[in-house]
C-alpha cells in the first residue's frame, strides 16, 4: 500500500473511532450525564447528611491495612493489589437493596467487557460496616462468581474498624449508620486504582457503562492493558470528575481529524508531484540524450 493510502487509512480510522466509539463491545453506548437534581442542604434527612463520595484522584490507599478475606484469612490489602490496575468497591454485605445493586450492576457490565478480571485488573469488595465478618463476604462472594468461569483477581474483605476508618477516609467515602433502622447510610459508586494503589478514577450511582470502566482501567493501567484502538478512545473522550462519566472529547476529535487530515492531504500532495516529475517529458528527454 502507498504512503498517501496509508495516511489517507489512517485519517479515516481515526475518524470513525472518534465518532462512533467502536471497538469495545454491544453494550457501551454514549454515556449521559445524570441530571442535576438534589435538595438544599437545609432539606437534606438528617440520617443522610455528611454521606458521599470526595474527589481524591491521585491520592494513595493504605496498602498496608490488615482486612479479612471470604476464607476468613488475614491479609495485607496491597497482598490483594498487584502490577495491573483495580476496582476498589465499597459496599455492605448485609445491605437491603443498594449495595446488591451495585455488585449486580458491576458484574453485568464486566461481563460483557473484553478487559477479563484477574488477567487484566483485579476487583476488591470490602465492607465498611465493621460489625460484619467473613461469613457474610464468603456469601456475597458466592453469589456474584456463579456469573464468571474463574475466581481469580476477586477479593470480598471485612476488616476492624480502625482499618474500614482508614480506608474509607483515605478515598474520601462516608458512611454512617441509621440509629432508628440500624441500617447503613451510603452513597453508591466504586473507584478506580492504579497499580500502585492510587485513586485513578470514581464512578458514582449504580451505572458503570462497560466503555468508561474499560476507558478508566486503560488510563489506570498507565500502558500495562489495551491496544490501539484504546488509545485512540482515550482521545476522543475524557473523564469528567463532576459526573463521573467519560464524555466526547469535541474540540480534541476536531484537532485530531484535523491533523490526521492535514498529513493526508500533504502526502497526497506529495506523491501527486513526484509521480508528475517521474513522468515528465523533460526527465524523458534528458534520459534518451544521456543514452545517446
Not at 497482598?79 to 490496575?85: A, G, H, T
Not at 476487583?123 to 460489625?131: A, E, G, H, I
Not at 453508591?188 to 458503570?208: H, K, M, N, Q, S
Request: glycine share 10%; proline share 5%; hydrophobic share 45%.
Amino acid at each position: 500500500m502507498s504512503a498517501g493510502r496509508k495516511a489517507l487509512l489512517w485519517a479515516f480510522l481515526g475518524t470513525v473511532l472518534c465518532g462512533a466509539g467502536v471497538g469495545i463491545g454491544p453494550a457501551e453506548a454514549q454515556p449521559t450525564a445524570p441530571p442535576k437534581v438534589g435538595l438544599p442542604a437545609g432539606q437534606v434527612p438528617e440520617q443522610l447528611r455528611g454521606i458521599g463520595f470526595e474527589q481524591r484522584l491521585g491520592e494513595p490507599i493504605p496498602l498496608d491495612l490488615e482486612l479479612v478475606d471470604a476464607a476468613g484469612r488475614t491479609i495485607l490489602l496491597g497482598d490483594r493489589l498487584s502490577e495491573r490496575p483495580a476496582l476498589l468497591v465499597p459496599v455492605y454485605y448485609d445491605c437491603p437493596m443498594l449495595c446488591g445493586l451495585v455488585l449486580e450492576a458491576l458484574s453485568k457490565s464486566l461481563r460483557v467487557l473484553s478487559l477479563e478480571v484477574g488477567r487484566d485488573f483485579d476487583v476488591v469488595v470490602f465492607s465498611f460496616d465493621s460489625t460484619e465478618g467473613h461469613e457474610l463476604a464468603a456469601k456475597t462472594r458466592k453469589r456474584i462468581l456463579r456469573y464468571f468461569d474463574s475466581e481469580a483477581g476477586w477479593s470480598f474483605l471485612v476488616g476492624s474498624d480502625e482499618s474500614i476508618r482508614r480506608l474509607t477516609t483515605s478515598i474520601g467515602y462516608t458512611a454512617k449508620r441509621d440509629q432508628k433502622s440500624g441500617e447503613m447510610a451510603h452513597a453508591a459508586g466504586l473507584f478506580v486504582l492504579t497499580p500502585e494503589g492510587r485513586i485513578a478514577r470514581v464512578f458514582f450511582g449504580i451505572d458503570y457503562p462497560p466503555r468508561d470502566l474499560r476507558l478508566a482501567l486503560v488510563e489506570a493501567g498507565e500502558g500495562t492493558i489495551g491496544g490501539f484502538v484504546d488509545q485512540v478512545l482515550l482521545f476522543c473522550f475524557r473523564y469528567d470528575p463532576a459526573t463521573g462519566r467519560y464524555s466526547t472529547a469535541i474540540l480534541r476529535i476536531v484537532r485530531v481529524g484535523g491533523m490526521l487530515t492535514a498529513l493526508a492531504v500533504a502526502a497526497f500532495v506529495y506523491l501527486a508531484r513526484r509521480r508528475e516529475r517521474v513522468h515528465s517529458p523533460n526527465t524523458t528527454a534528458g534520459s534518451a540524450e544521456g543514452t545517446a
